[in-house]
């Protein structure tokens, strides 16, 4: 049985050879998106919680369904990084988000999280090196929050 140390010290190494690892474009573009898929969950999931608004029980089931879909879309580019990536592991380093309770905030804040998501996938899209069924995986789920973003903006002034 490891000592905590050991353990900690063969976690190191593995996030070592995670951000060390010569990969392609592709997988870098993959983990990109990632990280901007849980930032904007992360946001959507602060939202859905501390929402204050005249707009509340409208707002709060929609912002919880996009926070759970950006979860599972999360999933399946986490999938595609273990197929591809040459260490075989998934490291997400997204910031976590301030708590906002503002609607206008909230919504201007997830809108523009909701942009640089799509500008990510879009990238790991349209790498060279991208196989089709990863780049029709990565259309479909650009075209799920493009959907996010209209309602988003749709609910804005
Ligand atoms: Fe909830």
Do not use: C
Request: proline share 2%; charged share 20%.
């Amino acid at each position: 049985m490891k000592t905590y140390k050991e353990f900690k010290n063969q976690i190191a190494e593995q996030i070592e050879v995670g951000s060390n690892s010569i990969e392609s474009s592709a997988v870098s573009n993959l983990r990109t998106a990632l990280n901007s898929t849980i930032s904007a969950a992360d946001v959507a999931q602060s939202a859905h919680w501390n929402l204050r608004s005249t707009n509340f029980i409208t707002l709060h089931p929609w912002l919880g369904e996009t926070y759970s879909a950006l979860l599972v879309i999360a999933d399946g580019i986490a999938e595609q990084i273990k197929i591809k990536s040459i260490d075989n592991l998934v490291i997400a380093t997204h910031q976590r988000v301030l708590v906002i309770t503002d609607e206008g905030l909230i919504l201007r804040h997830l809108k523009i999280t909701l942009e640089s998501l799509i500008d990510d996938i879009e990238t790991a899209a349209t790498n060279p090196t991208i196989d089709a069924p990863t780049k029709n995986l990565l259309e479909g789920w650009q075209g799920e929050v493009q959907k996010m973003k209209w309602f988003v903006e749709a609910s804005l002034d």
